[in-house]
Each structure stands twice: as C-alpha cells, then as structure tokens.
C-alpha cells in the first residue's frame, strides 16, 4: 500500500509560481511512475504531467508545457510539480497519483492517488 500527501498548494496572483510536493509512505516509489493530475467541481480528473521511475522521461499536458516541470526524488520519496507562470486557468485541485501500468499519462493506469491540494490563481 502506498499513502500520498500533496502539499505547497495555495493562493498566487497570475503570472507567479508554486512548487507542489508529493510524499509517499508505506512503500518506495522507485517501481512506479508518478503523475499530477488536476481536477475542477463536477469535471473529471485531467492529466496535467507524469515522470517514469527513473526520471528519464516526462510527459507534459499541452496547456502546461514550457510553464510546468515535473522531477522526482526516489531517496526521498518525493515527486515535484514546479509551476510556473500561472494563469486562472490551472485553479483546480492538484493530485499526485502513483501508476502501476504503463502509459502513465492515462487515468486509469494510477493505483494510488492522494486526497490533493488546492492551487487558486487569481487573475
């Protein structure tokens, strides 16, 4: 079993940055690739950005690509979501999953998800 906790979530005005920290417990996340995903009220969780286990490959969703960077550290158990540049669009609630399958740009290759972080970007 794995347990995730987001944090770092918060109020910016538009155009500042926030870092946004996944821990896991219970289990290493080295054999697993990690993702943010997003989510509004009443909308489906939307693939934001995904790292594989090594961090040699990173998937980005369009909307957040050249603003957005994921990166992990296995030692620590951690996996990053630095984002820059923000826009009133990216307010959502933002979670970390960890995915057993492969691609892990998809929803329902995520074994594990954390109960998230509100990321509020006003304009």
């Known amino acids: 079993q794995v347990r995730l906790v987001e944090s770092g979530g918060g109020l910016v005005q538009a155009g500042e940055s926030l870092r946004l920290s996944c821990e896991a417990s219970?289990?290493?996340?080295?054999?697993?690739?990690m993702g943010w995903f997003r989510q509004a009220p009443g909308k489906e969780r939307e693939f934001v950005a995904a790292?594989?286990?090594?961090?040699?490959?990173?998937f980005y969703a369009d909307s957040v690509k050249g603003r957005f960077t994921i990166s992990r550290d296995n030692p620590k158990n951690t996996v990053y979501l630095q984002m820059n540049s923000l826009k009133p669009e990216d307010t959502d609630v933002y979670s970390c999953g960890a995915a057993g399958r492969w691609p892990p740009t998809r929803l329902n290759n995520y074994n594990y998800w954390g109960k998230g972080t509100q990321v509020t970007v006003s304009s």
């Open positions: 219970g289990r290493t996340l080295s054999s697993y690739s």
């Open positions: 790292i594989n286990w090594s961090a040699t490959s990173t």
